[in-house]
């Protein structure tokens, strides 16, 4: 099956940048819609950033003018610059993969093992 591999997280002041990254394993990438959701303990996961196969992007309001997701085909990842982070912002991120691969079966989904980003005030 697909694999995401992260890399980025860590611990920032507020205010401090980090950029995620996520290296997919399939020469197919470039067919995924992909995202990034975040999610602390004992709350739902919730979508953060996602990216379409022709680069149209939505954002979680409260991130909007501070996170920008991209992604680079060539090298089959996608990307989450965190600008001006939030002791908010505190929690696991992880990577998600979308394969629309027919219209008529359900779409193939993939995670990453998630990576801690921490937020202190």
């Known amino acids: 099956q697909l694999q995401l591999v992260e890399s980025g997280g860590g611990s920032v002041h507020h205010g401090g940048s980090l950029r995620l990254s996520c290296q997919a394993s399939?020469?197919?990438?470039?067919?995924?819609?992909m995202a990034w959701y975040r999610q602390i303990p004992d709350n739902q996961r919730e979508l953060v950033a996602g990216?379409?196969?022709?680069?149209?992007?939505n954002y979680l309001e409260s991130v909007k003018g501070r996170f920008n997701i991209s992604r680079d085909n060539a090298k089959n990842t996608v990307y989450l610059q965190m600008d001006n982070v939030q002791p908010e912002d505190t929690a696991v991120y992880y990577c998600?993969?979308?394969?629309?691969?027919?219209?008529?079966?359900?779409?193939?989904?993939?995670w990453g093992q998630g990576t801690q980003v921490t937020v202190s005030s």
């Open positions: 998600n993969a979308v394969w629309r691969y027919s219209q008529y079966e359900a779409p193939l989904e993939h």
């Open positions: 399939s020469n197919i990438f470039k067919l995924y819609e």
């Open positions: 990216i379409t196969t022709d680069g149209t992007t």
